[in-house]
């Protein structure tokens, strides 16, 4: 079967800094979030194979924009800023807590928010911050354990385990995967696919 995934067509679109330049919401919509250098970029580019789309940042913290990425003239990828990250200024978070929360909550388009969290660690107060927030707003979305390569297989269910307890997820509701090694990558497209119909 094909697959929208098979070797998309991707162009970046633009960079948002406030809502109000927000793209028309004409195409169904994926959203990606997670801390700082969790591996929202690497995730996206692996998605859609390509090997630096995405810029791959090796400063944590830089992105402060939403960034649309179109696929195939149909769908939008969003990468959004990472949270998290100690060393930016209060006034500049809460201008984007704004304006991210604002877009979340509003976006008539999104479909699904894949919220991104390091397999080697545990649950943080904002991952579940953003994970209660987006249950109690109704808002759609999928935790995706990532960076699987970096885990002994010995070890990858019992770290998967203490991320489900954290979140409150069932293992059925989330996803493994590895950017490096594109583990993960077919269970993402299936689950992706479900949210997106
Ligand atoms: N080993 C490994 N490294 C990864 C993986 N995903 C991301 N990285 C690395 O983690 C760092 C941050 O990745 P990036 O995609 O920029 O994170 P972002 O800040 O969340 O967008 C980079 O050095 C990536 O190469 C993965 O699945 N496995
Ligand atoms: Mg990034």
Request: proline share 6%; with cysteine; net charge positive.
């Amino acid at each position: 079967m094909t697959s929208l995934w098979d070797s998309p067509r991707v162009g970046f679109v633009k960079s948002v800094f406030k809502t109000s330049n927000l793209p028309v919401p004409e195409f169904p919509e994926i959203a990606f979030a997670g801390r700082s250098n969790v591996g929202k970029s690497s995730l996206i580019n692996k998605l859609i194979n390509r090997r630096n789309l995405v810029k791959v940042s090796g400063r944590p913290g830089k992105t402060r924009s939403l960034n649309f990425f179109l696929v195939e003239a149909g769908l939008y990828l969003v990468d959004l800023p990472g949270y998290g990250y100690a060393k930016v200024p209060r006034k500049i978070k809460n201008d984007w807590q704004g304006l991210i929360s604002s877009y979340l909550l509003n976006r008539e388009s999104l479909c699904c928010v894949v919220v991104i969290i390091d397999l080697r660690h545990g649950v943080k107060p904002q991952d579940l911050e953003l994970v209660t927030w987006l249950r109690s707003n109704r808002v759609p979305f999928l935790p995706v354990y990532t960076k699987l390569d970096k885990v002994k297989k010995s070890q990858q269910g019992k770290n998967a385990a203490l991320l489900d307890a954290g979140l409150g997820v069932r293992p059925a509701e989330r996803l493994l995967f590895s950017a490096r090694t594109g583990a993960g990558k077919e269970n993402l497209i299936s689950a992706l696919d479900q949210f997106l119909s």
